[in-house]
């Protein structure tokens, strides 16, 4: 129960985060698209995020006890 | 036909790259504070709870990430804010583009010749050691003045607008055959 209310927690932030990130990179490319610090800020920003939530998911996910199909170590 | 097309910019500045810095320095005292806090603790022997339990490695795992993904959002926010205060001089106008919220964005424009007084001035020991201040537009009219805030070589920069100014009413007074500029 307590994993399950933890587990929508996460899901509901990273929705809002990933919703914030994508507003915010939408308003840096909409408005300095052409500008190459624009795109090298914004390329750091998405391998740090995919890189947290890798690393995040890979620990988190086997602890939740799920059967993916799939074990992650494979990966 | 559009006479903004035959005008070229001849300079276009943000804020001093060192404001951005400051204005990060929360995120990134944010980003360190965790590792040195669990260290600390660690090195005085102080057990945090649930250490011993088995939700401890999901729920550590689980904050963790949410807490640097967020410090990483706000991060580039910060860049975000400083990116798109952008001021620009052309031989025609002053563009004035302030990011002031996330959905807020005020855009103006001034002409040349419109431009009345430009002060530049640098304040605080940051300000003087890395040459950044800020310049004031004075133009004709009730309209506010324009600001540049924090910008590198404030008074470079007051040198080459009223070069510009200069220039464009003379141009001005060419056109109309009007000494002192107006172009009325």
Do not use: C
């Amino acid at each position: 129960m307590l994993v399950s209310i933890l587990f929508i927690a996460y899901a509901a932030l990273l929705g809002v985060w990933l919703i914030a990130s994508l507003i915010v990179i939408f308003y840096l490319l909409r408005y300095q698209s052409l500008s190459l610090s624009a795109w090298i800020v914004i390329a750091i920003y998405i391998f740090l995020s995919v890189n947290i939530l890798y690393w995040s998911w890979h620990s988190t996910l086997p602890l939740l006890d799920f059967d993916f199909g799939f074990s992650f170590d494979s990966l | 036909m559009n006479p903004l097309i035959f005008e070229h910019t001849l300079f276009r500045t943000r804020a001093h790259p060192i404001v951005f810095l400051f204005s990060i320095m929360p995120h990134i005292i944010l980003l360190v504070a965790p590792p040195i806090a669990l260290f600390i603790l660690s090195a005085r022997g102080i057990a945090l709870p649930f250490t011993d339990t088995d939700i401890y490695p999901l729920l550590s795992m689980m904050a963790g990430s949410i807490y640097y993904l967020y410090v990483l959002m706000f991060l580039l926010y910060a860049f975000f804010d400083y990116f798109l205060d952008v001021w620009t001089i052309t031989d025609h106008h002053i563009i004035n583009v302030e990011q002031k919220s996330m959905f807020l964005r005020t855009i103006s424009k001034e002409e040349l010749n419109r431009v009345q007084d430009v002060t530049s001035e640098i304040k605080g020991i940051f300000g003087t050691f890395f040459n950044y201040g800020n310049v004031y537009i004075q133009t004709a009219g009730a309209h506010e003045r324009i600001v540049f805030e924090k910008i590198s070589m404030p008074q470079t920069v007051v040198d080459v607008i009223l070069r510009a100014v200069k220039r464009r009413k003379d141009e001005i007074a060419h056109e109309y055959g009007d000494k002192n500029g107006s172009g009325l």
